[in-house]
């Protein structure tokens, strides 16, 4: 994930102009001029390029309306598919439109569409489980093998201008919420998700690894949750310095390099106690890499919950087996989301989380590969990044 700058929260990167990317041909891409397009896609390819495109548009089938994507954010996966063209059994085997986090208009209503109506504003749930097996039947769609992921091959995703989506997994939202905070109703439902296992209290204390977006948001989420002391840690200042200013009531920790996995988590457990019961009693892990899962390991109370949030490698080989055993420390893991975009509406909408200023950078759909290399640049200070479409577009 890019690192965060305590000063980037202010958005003054409108057009993506003051950046010094031009186009995106700084890194070897060729210019491309969309001005034509009616369509402009964000497009990965095999052999790790991106490129400006412009997509064919279709009819809505039944049951789909055709979108204007408004709002889409650049999340870690899709860096991840970019950089190595896969996430973990995922592969990217052909041309794919890239996104997920997004928020757009209904332009069109295909056949039996009865719950929506052009011109309404939603939110983009972005997966279209099969409904069919057992794991539907239940309601964990999420961990359905089926899946249409959008922006997972070959399902193209939302960094587009038109898209066809299934009515059903769509949301209205509010006329208060912006296109930019209806596509934050993604990462947000990701921690929804989370959270709900990962065993966070009121006045009981949690820990959060990371503070990239997705660790950002858990921390804000576990605040509103009511969880205290709270610490967050990162291996970057500029990060743990965001962070708090984003939730000024936590405390941070930088990780030393120094240090091994369960040294870390001795330095961590001293900001919350001396004693076992002061230790937190949820952790949720945000990054994903092996040696923070370990330190999280360590850092949880005996008894408590890791919630491991972060998407890594395939197999990890160094976690404490026995300590989490002999602790009975229930490790945890989650995948996507179900059922969280109307919490996440009422919760952004309800004040009871503020999740704007995470968006330190916003590009046009135009400069969709400009938005990508700034994101894929550590040293910007970029926390979420937003190409959005302020085409008053027509069919």
């Given at each position: 994930?890019?690192?965060?700058?305590?000063?980037?929260?202010?958005?003054?990167?409108?057009?993506?102009?003051?950046?010094?990317?031009?186009?995106?041909?700084?890194?070897?891409?060729?210019?491309?001029?969309?001005?034509?397009?009616?369509?402009?896609?964000?497009?990965?390819?095999?052999?790790?390029?991106?490129?400006?495109?412009?997509?064919?548009?279709?009819?809505?089938?039944?049951?789909?309306?055709?979108?204007?994507?408004?709002?889409?954010?650049?999340?870690?996966?899709?860096?991840?598919?970019?950089?190595?063209?896969?996430?973990?059994?995922?592969?990217?085997?052909?041309?794919?439109?890239?996104?997920?986090?997004?928020?757009?208009?209904?332009?069109?209503?295909?056949?039996?569409?009865?719950?929506?109506?052009?011109?309404?504003?939603?939110?983009?749930?972005?997966?279209?489980?099969?409904?069919?097996?057992?794991?539907?039947?239940?309601?964990?769609?999420?961990?359905?093998?089926?899946?249409?992921?959008?922006?997972?091959?070959?399902?193209?995703?939302?960094?587009?201008?038109?898209?066809?989506?299934?009515?059903?997994?769509?949301?209205?939202?509010?006329?208060?919420?912006?296109?930019?905070?209806?596509?934050?109703?993604?990462?947000?439902?990701?921690?929804?998700?989370?959270?709900?296992?990962?065993?966070?209290?009121?006045?009981?204390?949690?820990?959060?690894?990371?503070?990239?977006?997705?660790?950002?948001?858990?921390?804000?989420?576990?605040?509103?949750?009511?969880?205290?002391?709270?610490?967050?840690?990162?291996?970057?200042?500029?990060?743990?310095?965001?962070?708090?200013?984003?939730?000024?009531?936590?405390?941070?920790?930088?990780?030393?390099?120094?240090?091994?996995?369960?040294?870390?988590?001795?330095?961590?457990?001293?900001?919350?106690?001396?004693?076992?019961?002061?230790?937190?009693?949820?952790?949720?892990?945000?990054?994903?890499?092996e040696s923070s899962v370990c330190t999280a390991a360590f850092a949880v109370r005996r008894g408590g919950t890791l919630m491991v949030i972060g998407v890594g490698k395939p197999v990890m080989n160094n976690i404490p087996f026995m300590h989490l055993s002999l602790a009975e420390i229930e490790l945890r893991f989650i995948n996507r989301y179900r059922d969280t975009w109307p919490a996440a509406i009422q919760c952004l909408s309800g004040g009871v989380l503020d999740l704007k200023k995470l968006v330190t950078h916003t590009f046009p759909l135009e400069k969709a590969v400009e938005a990508f290399e700034l994101n894929a640049d550590?040293?910007?200070?970029?926390?979420?990044?937003?190409?959005?479409?302020?085409?008053?577009?027509?069919?």
């Amino acid at each position: 994930m890019p690192s965060a700058d305590a000063s980037g929260h202010t958005n003054g990167h409108t057009n993506g102009h003051t950046n010094g990317h031009t186009n995106g041909h700084t890194n070897g891409h060729a210019e491309v001029d969309a001005s034509g397009f009616k369509n402009p896609s964000l497009q990965v390819t095999e052999d790790h390029r991106i490129k400006l495109v412009d997509a064919p548009i279709k009819e809505p089938g039944p049951g789909e309306v055709t979108l204007q994507v408004k709002c889409s954010g650049i999340c870690g996966s899709d860096m991840h598919l970019w950089k190595s063209g896969r996430i973990g059994s995922l592969e990217v085997k052909g041309d794919c439109v890239l996104g997920h986090e997004a928020a757009g208009l209904v332009l069109k209503c295909g056949e039996g569409v009865t719950t929506l109506k052009p011109g309404d504003r939603v939110g983009i749930e972005p997966q279209e489980p099969c409904e069919q097996c057992f794991l539907c039947m239940e309601g964990r769609y999420n961990l359905c093998e089926q899946v249409k992921f959008s922006g997972i091959w070959p399902d193209n995703g939302s960094i587009q201008r038109f898209k066809n989506h299934p009515a059903k997994w769509l949301y209205k939202i509010p006329d208060e919420l912006s296109y930019s905070e209806g596509a934050l109703l993604e990462p947000l439902s990701v921690i929804l998700h989370g959270i709900n296992g990962a065993n966070v209290k009121l006045g009981r204390p949690a820990l959060v690894c990371g503070a990239g977006p997705i660790g950002l948001v858990a921390l804000a989420a576990a605040r509103a949750s009511g969880a205290h002391p709270l610490v967050i840690t990162d291996i970057d200042p500029k990060r743990l310095a965001f962070a708090k200013e984003f939730v000024p009531r936590c405390q941070t920790y930088r990780i030393n390099s120094k240090l091994n996995a369960e040294q870390n988590a001795k330095e961590i457990r001293k900001l919350y106690g001396e004693d076992e019961y002061s230790a937190p009693a949820s952790v949720m892990e945000c990054t994903g890499v092996e040696s923070s899962v370990c330190t999280a390991a360590f850092a949880v109370r005996r008894g408590g919950t890791l919630m491991v949030i972060g998407v890594g490698k395939p197999v990890m080989n160094n976690i404490p087996f026995m300590h989490l055993s002999l602790a009975e420390i229930e490790l945890r893991f989650i995948n996507r989301y179900r059922d969280t975009w109307p919490a996440a509406i009422q919760c952004l909408s309800g004040g009871v989380l503020d999740l704007k200023k995470l968006v330190t950078h916003t590009f046009p759909l135009e400069k969709a590969v400009e938005a990508f290399e700034l994101n894929a640049d550590a040293g910007n200070g970029s926390i979420k990044v937003h190409i959005v479409d302020e085409t008053d577009a027509v069919l």
